[in-house]
């Protein structure tokens, strides 16, 4: 099952644990819909070979998702869900999920049911693995887009302010500001001041250049939004209405006198055909998890490190989120301005 | 000079110009900075061979633009600009623009001053000629975004709203529509009402589908915005605050009670590296204005007609804008729903 | 029925007419699997709306192809043909085909069956029709190639040759040519001699660029090729063995002592996504054809003139190739060297 | 300095140093023309912050490659070297290559001169680094060629053959292949028989698809060419004539009747636009490589380890290549078939 916001590679991750698990051990698969939904009604759909062909490269999900508790109403927690499993014969189920699937699943698993996990978020946050799919592709996906904004930029001798996803983490504001050569990048994790932008900007006008800023949708002004409060900020230096990239740009504008205008990338972040690098990381993910399975690894998650697929306890993605460190942004700033 | 909003295939403009009439007639170029402005104030670069080496594929305008108006101001009108191009031994002057930019060309070439047009609009929405430079690139742009929103869409079950450029006209919803399969394609020449709307979403996500909505910006609600108030909709059918789009996907999600989102796609249709279309047609047409001012064909500009590039009055594009025609609209909606 | 080549857009094509047959008409549609073989052999598949669903971005053919012949064989001819379609009711049958599957379908017509006739070839070497679909796409793929090409070319300072489709037309090579800033195109309708391509190559390198030379698989050298009969050239001017690419690019590297690279861009150019540009001509001629068979346009073909689709007889576009005239290549040749 | 083949990412590693440099430690930059050559006869440009804005996004290298040996010709040598950079008082010089390159460096660098490394090779086989940039780039361009191809080859039911980049190590056909979704993959470091690649593709075919094939260029088939002699095999397993690629096609062609179709991709894996991923991992580098000058860091490199840029002795990288160990083969070759 597939659970949670949509994520370049899901479908890899489907197509390899099926075409791992018929070629290696014979299995039969079958895919709940919806998340845990399907879970909990019993809602399935038989995979044999013929429905994997060629999903790779397909965005999305071909089971479907949605964002169900599996705790939740009637039909959750561990003693249904374990009766949905047996009625159905299912040996072993592979949760596809984030941060609140695999809580959901470990809490499963340590109630006794025959779980194993594959970790998956757009914005690279979970712990207990080095990269998650759909991160690449979300980080190339938005450094086109930037690329284009950049040549527009210059030509109007512009801010462009370009608001890409990470609610609570920074990484894909960081590795596309990066590629596409910001002159600043503003993530959740470094509270920047709205002088620190200013002069990041004006330095790079300065130079002749249209100046580029990467923002991501969980920034928050560090300092005290009064002073931007006529700009849409309020007092937690959070918009008030609105994506903090629109009154980034304001406030960027009105500070330099400079015609400044933000696009938010949104929902073509996390949409359509994954990179080769998310296509092969979700495969190799896959056909680890349905071994995990046969090995009866419950509770544990595959999980990247350094250039191999190896398991970890479902915990140690749990907890805390990976966030950018201070010192890896302090890094990239170097090149601000 | 380059004038108004940049547009994928300016540079294609210039350098098809710059080599054609360097290599035909060993002509010497200059372009003026930054549209009217630089043309006012006689502020300009020299354009030897090697300026426009392998700039067809960059995006914007290597001479910057502006929507300075060459009328305004002490500096503007015939005499003024007359002075700057015979000080400077300007035997001719190119303008690639919009409506605007091209009314003043008009203007400027009826008071006598050498000058030929090369027509430009993102928004395809200028009479005189088949298509215009960077209209194409703007609908590849927009059919690949809306591509990544189908699968978000059809994997959460979701309706997805795309808002695209067009405040006018509706081309680029027309063609980006069609080419990604939408299920309906709001533009500013058709007044839809919200019944319609929710009819064709309707339909489409009852066939399994997750529904995908194209809007130009300019787009109408065909009813007295009053019922929709409260949704940010004002009296004219036009959104109170922000986009249309936003307006139109909270329209869907409170009438049929499915999830909707919308993203605007926003500067990244207008930047970045052109088609090969548009750097064709571009550079066909800067070829073909060196020709023009060679045969001084004063107040005329280079147009697409067919496959072939020919000359017609700058009046051609003026006075009306080329909008999609009702017949245009109703051949493709037999596709919605 | 889809047949010869496969192209970019066949299955828009496909989709339009579905579509809009049923949408317009309550039509049923079926379609013939492998071109002329499924015809013959009566072998179909039913094309119920859901089959279409979002096929148009999909490269290739769901009906599958082949270049079968319908005259040829005991199945072959009008009689057999008509006794299929009436057999399976079939009330009008549409040809997506090229210059050898639209004479077959214009002598069954003139026999009396329901035919009417989609133009289709990669080359867009079809007279009657402005262009044809899948060009676009192939004209992309080739340029984006091509610009890749460049870079490696400027950092070794090599030439780079780029071997593109087009046996008997040159627009592949003309139009990526153009749009990628080639020093030299050469199309099976101009013979150049190895002198003017040495000559182009020279001048280019010699203004510090890595020259960049496009071939059309169908180039012929203009002179006997007796000179460079150790370089692979035949008496004709034809490459005795492999592509005429690596042919010339041996010939500028022997004569010009600059290494010389050729790559062959082969059958990458005909596959995958089709551009927007593609989806919306094909869907649009799609349309049409279920229009014209409607209205009993037997023997008649969907065409493109300018920015509308009409029909003209299908003879239009049989007897002779729409080539690369003269004047068009020398207005580009302008900018080689 | 960059030396041997261009490689995508190469202008993000000089862009890196430059800023990292100038804006930690006022440093001052100049750029050694075309590798070995440059460094050997003093032929250098001036690197200052102008000249590396917006260049990670350009393919190839700014400051030109070659071949050149640094221990070859009367220029050659430590001592020569060193007198070079003594004389245009340069204090540190940054070697990125390949093993060739960098052993030369290390060479150089047990001589006692000033020299750090960064690791370059497109077919990711160097030691001591878990990737190097512009591989990524090469996987992406050839997973997108062979989407394409697939198309093709299932809409004419015709077996299509993708040659790719490797030499002595498959990882580009190895990921490659795994991202589009590869029947067969066959690299240089595990011999596969005809028998081998027959069933394979056999089996595809029978299940209906259009199998596709992945060879690297260095593949050699496992077993005496004498049986394929007249198809072009020599003895040894390789191609008589052109590439490997072509042979299998040949091949796999006689031995199943099913019509087969070879493309070889070439230059267009090396060239153009590197991928975000790829440019991201290359800044790191060159900011790194800038700080370990500034460490007085001689003899090592920086390298890719898990999430991190670390540093190393030149010599891990030396002395044997980073192939495709057996195990990961038979990790995907669970997917063939």
Redesign the interface.
């Known amino acids: 099952m ?1 659970s949670g ?2 994520c370049p590679g ?1 479908n890899a991750v489907i ?2 644990a099926v ?2 698990g018929i ?2 051990h014979g299995d039969e698969f079958v895919g709940f819909r ?1 998340g845990w939904r399907g879970v909990k009604e019993g809602d399935f759909m038989n995979l044999p ?2 429905t994997v ?2 999903i ?6 071909i089971l ?3 964002r169900v508790n599996p705790y939740e109403g009637p039909l959750g927690g561990p003693e249904h869900i374990s009766k949905v499993l047996k009625d159905h014969k299912v040996d072993a189920l592979m949760v596809i999920g984030g941060e609140g699937s695999l809580a959901g699943a470990n809490r499963l698993a340590e109630a006794g049911l025959p779980i194993v996990g594959v970790p998956k978020t757009i914005d690279n946050d979970l712990n207990g693995t ?2 998650t799919f759909g991160f ?1 592709t979300a ?7 930037i ?11 512009r801010v ?1 302010v370009a608001e890409v996803m990470g609610r609570h983490a920074g990484w894909i504001a960081l ?2 500001g ?4 910001a002159h600043a990048i503003l993530i959740p994790e470094v509270p920047a001041s709205a002088d620190d932008v200013v002069n990041w900007v004006q330095e790079a006008y300065d ?1 002749g ?1 249209g100046p580029l800023v990467v923002v991501a949708e969980g920034f928050v002004m560090g300092e005290t939004g009064e002073a931007y409060s006529h700009l849409g900020l309020d007092e937690a230096g959070r918009p008030r209405l ?1 994506g903090i990239g629109e009154v980034v740009a304001r406030i960027i504008q009105e500070r330099t006198g400079i015609e400044t ?8 972040q ?4 994954p ?3 998310d ?2 990381l979700a ?2 993910l896959g ?1 680890a998890a349905a071994e995990a399975a046969h090995d009866g690894a419950w509770g544990e998650m595959v999980a990247l ?3 191999n697929i190896h398991r970890v306890p479902l915990s140690a993605a749990l907890h805390s989120l990976k966030t950018v460190p201070k010192s890896r942004y302090e ?1 990239v700033a ?2 601000f301005g």
């Open positions: 597939t916001g949509d899901l197509r390899g075409l791992g070629k290696r919806d070979r013929g062909r060629g790779s490269k397909q965005g999305g999900t479907g998702t949605s080095d990269y690449d980080v190339q996906i938005g450094t086109e887009a690329d284009r904004l950049r040549t527009t930029g210059e030509s109007h001798h462009m590795h596309a990066m590629a596409a050569g130079r250049r609105g205008r933000c696009t938010t990338l949104g929902y073509i996390r949409g359509g055909v990179t080769a690098y296509r092969v495969t190799r056909m490190e350094g250039t890094e170097v090149l």
